[in-house]
């Protein structure tokens, strides 16, 4: 029943852009109750695009053409821009590098640029900077925060070096955009020896990098929210960078906890399990900080889902409970996940978790309907050589029924839609058991009342004198038959939902009505055409219909269950 559940669900997610690599991982995904996230390309596009170059003076240019017209400072910022940068200039397109160097990359229109690099120091989310020598000029590239305290002078709009006169002027600015979500990066020259010695530096750039939030992801992310999963987002932005960003998508609430990479490292592991469930954002994070948080977490014995993209991330991933890689993360990543998320998209995350959900509510709703069926006919099994029925079922129709409650009913509910109130619902914990008491009370309840019909069925007199006489009770025991199979029909229905109303979302799995369906006409046909292998004689229609009403009795019993339970104040579901 799981591997049919499973597998039938993961066909469906294809249409939701979630690719399952393993099968478990779905189940799984339905108890998250931590999620650590990526911002760039899950919450927002991952289209990075230059919005604006500013320089020194505090000159902005828009557009390539606005810088052209200054052409010395035109010819440093391109030389940076181009020369110190992973991507280049293909056929048709930017390849190579990250996200960042292609955006910068794009602002530059000229392909047949080329640089000569003597040494080239690469970015690293640890350093958070690159460089490349060109001759004996070092072209860097990075954050703000580590580049800009050590810039002395700057270029003006013809190049030339100026000293810096107030330094917070530029960081204030800088502020302002990053508070609106916007990305900052710095550029700047030296001519040290050492490249990696910061002294001195020439303000060349600052580079302003827009990156838009998916509207999408804002649905997504309440849907989450909505479910009671913590939601954390671990991004290499700075502070207001991801602030903002997170804001914008409603993922951050007053007073949720905002931390660097260096505040985590300063906290102990018990600090920090502590205020785990606290933080909303991790800004400039470094990859170990994912694998760290998900270690701790799963030490709170939480269900932690992880989001990852990059071959740092595949350790992270392959930890977590659920790892989601995105489509287009690396094949390192995508091997270490259970999930693949194709569109790269956060409301895709929060669709697997639903989809999870409504597994596990599908595999109950199976257990329910077995066991209710299998209490029945061990009644049956136990008291009928008692009560002198020996043998009120044959092999070959045991077979048909157990063909009916096993691969049937199995295929039938593992189509059951996912139903988005089942987000209003608190994640199952580790450690809950797969029955609980809602089911125990409908298995014992409606196996016991199956039961007692099943017998009295058989036992009664005024019963047996409702069908045709014969000495060896034909017509009575091919009743017999379908009462039990219909029993088992009408209990499909009470297992399929907590509500009174059976019939609640049941034109969402057309599956469920084509089983159902098959299995009545099937039934019909083997009570009129069983003959001798199935010992069955065609019934009257006034046999039929006695055959059929004491069977429909099993819902309004289980409906009267249901009433009592509510007035007790208890709604059940599973």
Not at 272 to 280: E, M, Q, R, Y
Not at 378 to 397: A, R
Not at 405 to 411: E, I
Request: net charge positive.
């Amino acid at each position: 029943m799981i591997t049919l559940v499973l597998s039938s669900n993961m066909k469906r997610m294809m249409k939701d852009n979630v690719l399952v690599r393993k099968l478990i991982g779905i189940e799984t995904s339905g108890s998250i109750n931590i999620l650590f996230t990526d911002k760039t390309g899950t919450l927002t596009h991952g289209k990075l695009e230059v919005i604006n170059i500013i320089n020194g003076e505090f000159k902005e240019y828009k557009k390539e053409k606005d810088l052209i017209k200054d052409k010395k400072y035109y010819d440093l910022v391109k030389l940076c821009c181009i020369g110190n940068n992973q991507s280049s200039y293909g056929e048709n397109n930017i390849i190579g590098g990250n996200i960042t160097d292609r955006a910068i990359l794009s602002y530059f229109k000229d392909d047949n640029y080329k640089v000569k690099r003597d040494k080239i120091i690469p970015f690293s989310s640890k350093n958070k900077y690159s460089i490349t020598t060109v001759g004996n000029l070092n072209l860097i590239k990075g954050a703000p925060e580590v580049i800009l305290k050590h810039c002395k002078t700057y270029y003006d709009s013809n190049g030339k070096e100026r000293p810096i006169i107030n330094i917070r002027k530029v960081e204030n600015l800088i502020s302002e955009y990053t508070k609106k979500g916007i990305r900052v990066l710095v550029s700047a020259t030296s001519k040290n020896i050492n490249p990696e010695k910061f002294e001195n530096l020439t303000l060349l750039s600052i580079i302003l990098i827009k990156d838009e939030v998916r509207k999408e992801a804002i649905e997504g992310v309440k849907m989450v929210m909505d479910a009671h999963i913590k939601t954390v987002m671990i991004t290499g932005d700075n502070k207001d960078t991801a602030l903002s960003i997170a804001k914008e998508v409603g993922l951050y609430k007053e007073g949720d906890l905002v931390l660097t990479h260096e505040e985590l490292d300063k906290m102990s592991d018990e600090e920090l399990k502590s205020k785990i469930l606290n933080i909303s954002i991790v800004a400039r994070s470094l990859p170990s900080d994912k694998s760290r948080l998900v270690r701790l977490s799963q030490e709170l014995n939480l269900v932690v889902g992880m989001t990852g993209d990059g071959v740092n991330d595949a350790p992270a991933l392959k930890k977590a409970d659920v790892g989601f890689s995105m489509g287009s993360g690396t094949e390192v990543a995508k091997e270490a996940s259970d999930i693949v998320i194709l569109d790269d998209n956060f409301l895709s995350i929060s669709k697997a978790i639903l989809f999870g959900r409504t597994i596990f509510k599908s595999i109950r709703k199976f257990i329910i309907l077995q066991l209710t069926i299998n209490l029945c006919a061990l009644s049956l099994s136990i008291i009928g050589p008692f009560i002198d029925i020996e043998m009120p079922i044959t092999v070959i129709q045991m077979l048909w029924i157990n063909m009916v409650m096993d691969t049937l009913a199995g295929l039938a509910f593992s189509f059951e839609p996912p139903l988005p109130e089942y987000m209003k619902e608190y994640p199952k914990k580790k450690e809950e058991n797969i029955m609980n008491k809602y089911m125990i009370n409908q298995i014992f309840f409606t196996g016991v009342y199956s039961s007692l019909v099943c017998i009295l069925f058989l036992k009664l007199p005024f019963v047996r004198n409702l069908f045709r006489y014969d000495v060896n009770d034909k017509y009575l025991y091919t009743a017999f038959f379908g009462l039990f199979i219909f029993i088992d029909i009408f209990n499909e229905f009470n297992a399929r939902t907590h509500r009174l109303n059976l019939l609640a979302n049941i034109l969402k799995n057309k599956v469920f009505i084509i089983v159902v369906t098959f299995i009545v006409i099937v039934q019909i046909f083997l009570i009129y055409y069983g003959g001798n292998l199935f010992r069955t004689s065609g019934l009257t229609l006034f046999e039929f219909e006695v055959m059929l009403a004491f069977a429909f009795t099993v819902i309004p019993f289980d409906w009267i269950r249901k009433l009592v339970l509510r007035s007790k104040g208890i709604k059940g579901g599973v």
